[in-house]
């Protein structure tokens, strides 16, 4: 397969290096990330600024791929190459991650791990975001490992793109890691700003405790603290098909 990774997290981040890891030995990998730190980024697409392309030669030489350093977003780095850089290349499958933290819920929308791999799913490649919890007990690289045999297993059995979000756990139910589908859960966050005043000026930064509205038992949440690795099929179309059925039906 011809894969294309990128991430949020920028182009040196260790779970970025880890699925390289994993996957260039049997696959031919490439790499196109943004240069920096790009988390909560979602869909964000740079307009009129011009961005940096900047080969990445560390990881090139150590792993014999093509990587790329992107002055943008998350999603500017899938973008770039496939529309340019790549465009005459087939890509088979886009991931994005390996994400330093989870990307569960309704934290989805804001994911730039998860806007990355979006934007391979809305140029029909089947797309995965790949997410471990800050405090796993799961390393990035096992984590890798794992995901490379469920991505083999499961490209070999698709026949349409697709957009997966899968989260790994803090540490695995049992001794073997399972994956289970899920759908997504609601999430928010309590105390979400914090005030600072400065010489006369106010600043604000955003923390806060999770607070978890939905995590049922059939949902990304609850899959996830249950020990298992959450599997969420995700799809772009916005449309609130219920309201649009009854204002046709007038």
């Not at 182009?11 to 390289?20: F, N």
């Not at 920096?36 to 150590?62: C, F, K, P, Y």
């Not at 790949?130 to 490379?148: N, P, Q, R, Y």
Request: glycine share 10%.
């Amino acid at each position: 397969m011809r894969i294309l990774i990128g991430n949020d997290d920028g182009v040196e981040a260790p779970g970025l290096e880890a699925l390289v890891k994993a996957l260039c030995k049997e696959h031919e990998v490439i790499v196109s990330a943004p240069l920096h730190q790009q988390s909560g980024m979602s869909h964000a697409l740079t307009i009129g600024d011009t961005m940096e392309l900047v080969r990445n030669e560390r990881l090139a030489s150590l792993y014999g791929i093509e990587a790329w350093g992107v002055g943008g977003t998350p999603v500017d780095g899938i973008k770039l190459y496939v529309e340019e850089l790549g465009k005459d290349r087939q890509i088979d499958v886009v991931l994005s991650g390996i994400n330093n933290g989870a990307n569960l819920a309704t934290d989805i929308l804001y994911s730039g791990t998860v806007g990355a791999a979006r934007e391979g799913f809305l140029h029909d490649i089947p797309s995965f975001a790949v997410s471990l919890d800050v405090h796993s007990e799961i390393t990035a690289d096992e984590a890798a490992g794992i995901f490379k045999a469920y991505l083999e297993k499961t490209m070999a059995g698709m026949t349409h793109p697709f957009l997966y979000n899968i989260n790994f756990p803090k540490s695995f139910r049992g001794r073997q890691p399972q994956f289970l589908f899920s759908r997504q859960g609601r999430r928010d966050y309590l105390n979400a700003f914090i005030r600072e005043e400065r010489d006369d000026r106010v600043f604000y930064s955003v923390a806060g405790e999770i607070y978890d509205t939905d995590k049922g038992e059939a949902t990304d949440i609850y899959a996830a603290e249950q020990g298992f690795i959450s599997v969420t099929p995700l799809i772009t179309d916005l449309t609130n098909y219920q309201i649009l059925d009854e204002r046709l039906s007038l």
